[in-house]
């Protein structure tokens, strides 16, 4: 904003406060009457919108030390000063402004604002520069008056939401309750992955100079499943089978996610931990849709009858005389 603006503008009225408000008021007093005269809070309400441009200009440059500091001190020079040009029997705009400064009215000498040459005065820079504390001149960032940077992003807000096994694979939309109260609908992607983040474009915060709304920042924590763990966009599961199943093979049936059943052909002599795919029947997302993966687990009885423990003896004589953790203990010897 150009700073001459600032002599026609009372943002310390506009905000409704004293100009020695402390950053602390400001920024009470601004939200306050931010949240009365939003856009969204008054849709089609030309005049609360307005409104609601002054309040954020006002606050965008009393909110910034420096700025703040500058404004103070242009509207401390007298809000009839303008820079512009003089017209017949008038004096030239900037001699008007800094004339009374150096003691110097229309009639005496003019002060000029040429360039400094070595070891001379300096120019309207260096003028400027003096008075607000820096060596910059207009549209520079390194001081005096700033340059058009635009309207500032307002903040993110960040929020949590747990979803069971289920809802994170398959996708949602859930609502979720924000700081003012008021609720919002979050499209769930399916495929969410515990810890994954999901950025709302401009359902943060408002931006304090009518500049873009900051953006919500959902993280999600997915609850864990009694029967299947995610291991990327595979599905996986551990599947019991008996002894006599894994000896001499078998047609099992394994549950999906979604409730139905698959059938799967053990082959005969499968041991222990050996895994079993079903294609298709993972994880869908933008990338593809991954697989079910089912661990064979040979499950032991605990308890045998007398019949059934002849029976395993009798197996026992049947079977080659070998050791099946020979290998192993080579292996580990070296």
């Known amino acids: 904003m150009a ?3 600032w002599f026609d503008k009372d943002f310390y009225k506009v905000l409704g406060v004293d100009k020695t408000a402390s950053d602390a008021e400001l920024k009470k007093t601004y939200r ?3 949240r009365q005269f939003h856009p969204d ?3 089609g309400d030309a005049a609360a919108e307005n409104r609601f441009k002054e309040i954020s200009e006002a606050y965008s440059v009393l909110s910034d030390k420096e700025q703040r500091q500058e404004y103070d001190q242009v509207r401390a020079m007298g809000s009839g000063a303008r820079f512009t040009a003089g017209g017949p029997g008038q004096g030239g705009g900037f001699e008007d402004v800094f004339g009374g400064m150096f003691n110097q009215g229309g009639g005496g000498q003019r002060v000029r604002f040429g360039q400094g040459g070595a070891g001379g005065a300096g120019g309207f820079e260096d003028i400027l520069g003096g008075m607000f504390g820096g060596g910059g001149g207009f549209g520079q960032s390194s001081g005096g008056y700033r340059g058009f940077g635009g309207p500032t992003k ?3 807000v960040s929020a949590t939401t747990t979803l069971d096994f289920t809802t994170a694979i398959a996708g949602d939309t859930v609502k979720l309750s924000q700081g003012n109260g008021r609720p919002v609908n979050v499209r769930i992607p399916a495929g969410v992955a515990d810890g994954q983040k999901i950025r709302l474009r401009g359902r943060g915060e ?3 100079d009518g500049g873009e ?6 993280t999600v924590t997915v609850r864990k499943h009694p029967v299947f763990e995610r291991d990327g966009q595979n599905l996986r599961l551990d599947v019991p089978v008996t002894f006599v199943e894994a000896a001499l093979g078998a047609t099992i049936e394994v549950p999906t996610l979604g409730g139905s059943t698959v059938k799967l052909k053990v082959a005969p002599g499968t041991p222990s931990g050996r895994v079993l795919r079903v294609k298709g029947r993972g994880v869908t997302t933008k990338n593809g849709t991954g697989d079910l993966l089912a661990t064979v687990q040979v499950a032991v009885p605990s308890h045998l009858s007398d019949k059934a423990r002849e029976a395993v003896e009798a197996l026992a004589e049947a079977l080659p005389d070998e050791d099946p953790r020979e290998d192993l203990l080579a292996k580990a010897r070296g």
Not at 213 to 218: E, F, N, P, Y
């Open 3 to 5: 700073s001459q603006d």
């Open 154 to 156: 307002g903040r993110d």
């Open 213 to 218: 709304a900051g953006d919500l920042v959902v």
């Open 32 to 34: 306050k009457l931010a």
């Open 206 to 208: 408002p931006s304090p």
């Open 41 to 43: 809070s008054n849709p």
